[in-house]
């Protein structure tokens, strides 16, 4: 047995960059081709193989650092070396400079070997693809020089197959509309406001980071519109004008305790991690002539349903004047979306990252229902629960709809109330 240090080979244009990932540790077993680290330049990234069998001694790098042809990745100890190894190192590197003007038969058995990383593409949409057990290589990417995205990596998953010339064109932004929209009428140019651009990032940020999947139900609200009708100040003698919304507040509360899992936040899925909230912050999605925002309705498990109901007027108030303290459009537990006072029925509501779900909640309507042996006239109300299936699977999902139902039906109307 003999040490053998394992270096940075000859990689071109990849010079003092940074490491993104350290595939290995101290005492690891490992092959010839097995890779070691990863780098990233501004253009690509690659992953950096071992060209021995053995066992790892000394690790020299990690996560952060800035390296170049010739530095130090690891000792490890293996077999002695042989004039053949060496040979093949240098074919190695050679195929490795030679990645741009070899022929693709080549350059797809040099990946299978894993010497090679064709693809560019950013960590965070590598790691992605690994994920989801797909060779990131395979992907054609729709950004400059072909640069692959993670949306990129969902098409292909739903595809399976390759984007034609011509989408791979438009995705690149390199088709130009040989028109303008003057052309064809009057127009009138006007700025998207600000709140809207803002959003944008985050909606973005959530569509293309969060697996969503939408379970779609109705649930019987009878009972409880019965009961919110009756209700009156104790002291006036006047009707209270409490708006369902509170109620489904209380009731997502109800839920969020027996299903601490949707009461959470992942920041970063490849820490492993996931942050489960002691409180009940519930966000509440307000219409503006600006655009959407999200407010909390703070600790509401805490609150009587008459003191949400003028909570939720006064948050609403101050969002359509923006006049609402930044600080409270963040740190949610789970938010709810209603579009009742619009119309509609089920809608896929987009989740408010980094939380894990969204409560959609549509236009409650009069409708025959078979129930006790007979149809009835019930008032059920639509709602669309979107969730991230990183956490979050199926069957959890409709259980928790159902027990959203159950705290909105006849035995908890007055419960939630008090």
Known sequence: MTETEIKVPNIGDFEDVEVIEVLVSDGQVIK???????????KSSVEIPSNYDGKIKTLKTKVGDKVSEGDLILILKSESKTNENIAENKIIEKKVNETQIIKPEIQQ???????????????????????????????????????VIEDDIKKFVATRSKITEDTKEIKSNKFKNEFEHSDF??????DIPRVKKLASAYLINSWTTIPHVTNHDEVDITEMENFRNSLTDMYSGEKMKITPLAFIIKALVKSLKKFPSFNSSVDKIETGKMTLKKY?????AVDTPNGLMVPKIRNANNKKISLISKELKEVSELCRNLKIDKKELFGGSMTITSLGGIGGSFFTPIINYPEVAILGVGRSQKK??????????????PISLSYDHRI??????????????ENLGKNFAYKLAV
């Open 185 to 190: 009428g009057e127009v009138e140019i006007k």
């Open 280 to 284: 009940y912050h519930i966000g509440i």
């Open 392 to 405: 979050i699977d199926g069957a959890e999902a409709a259980r928790f709809n159902n027990d959203i139902k």
């Open 32 to 42: 010839k081709n097995d890779p070691l680290i990863t780098i990233e330049s501004d």
């Open 109 to 147: 058995n040099l990946v299978d070997k894993k010497i090679i990383d064709i693809s560019s593409a950013s960590p965070k949409a590598r790691k992605f693809a690994r994920e989801l057990g797909i060779n990131v290589n395979q992907v054609i990417g729709s950004e400059k020089d072909g640069r």
């Open 368 to 381: 025959k229902v078979f129930l006790n042996r007979k149809f009835q006239t019930r008032v059920m109300l």
